[in-house]
């Protein structure tokens, strides 16, 4: 069954051609995973068009960067401060050890910047996935249940 992202039809080729790239358990699970990679490219091109970071044939090259220039207009995430990243240190201690064996974790100062980076990277995922999530509810979508897939 095709599955429809406002106007645009995604057909069966399309996410059967798509499956390749989505290893799963099972043909049903690699399946799900290629509609939704689909719905969720063609939402975010349908968006980036009308929002003039891209046009409508345009090329891979230009359909990434477009892309990558509607989610950096429109998804913000926080950068974690020191408070953030001391909080997150203290809670998680255990996952901050020297090594294999070590009884000590490291530093709060030797790993204060991959925390850093790790929640900013966290943050950004969760901004990317409600975006989608925001465009998928003011979508008319028919074939496939996102929302539950997300």
Request: charged residues 30%; proline residues 5%; contains cysteine.
């Amino acid at each position: 069954m095709p599955i429809f992202v406002n106007k645009t039809e995604i057909s069966d080729d399309d996410v059967f051609k798509e499956m390749q790239f989505h290893p799963a358990p099972n043909r049903e699970a690699a399946r799900d995973e290629a509609a939704k990679a689909l719905l969720v490219r063609e939402l975010l091109r349908q968006e980036a068009i009308e929002k003039g970071f891209l046009e409508e044939d345009a090329t891979e090259e230009a359909f990434d960067a477009g892309i990558m220039k509607l989610i950096q207009a429109e998804v913000t995430a926080p950068e974690a401060t020191p408070d953030v990243c001391r909080h997150y240190y203290d809670q998680n201690i255990e996952r901050f050890s020297a090594g294999e064996g070590a009884k000590m974790p490291l530093p709060f100062g030797e790993v204060e910047a991959r925390i850093r980076d790790y929640l900013h990277t966290r943050s950004i995922r969760h901004g990317i996935q409600s975006y989608i999530l925001d465009l998928a509810g003011r979508a008319k979508i028919a074939g496939f249940d996102l929302a539950a897939a997300l």
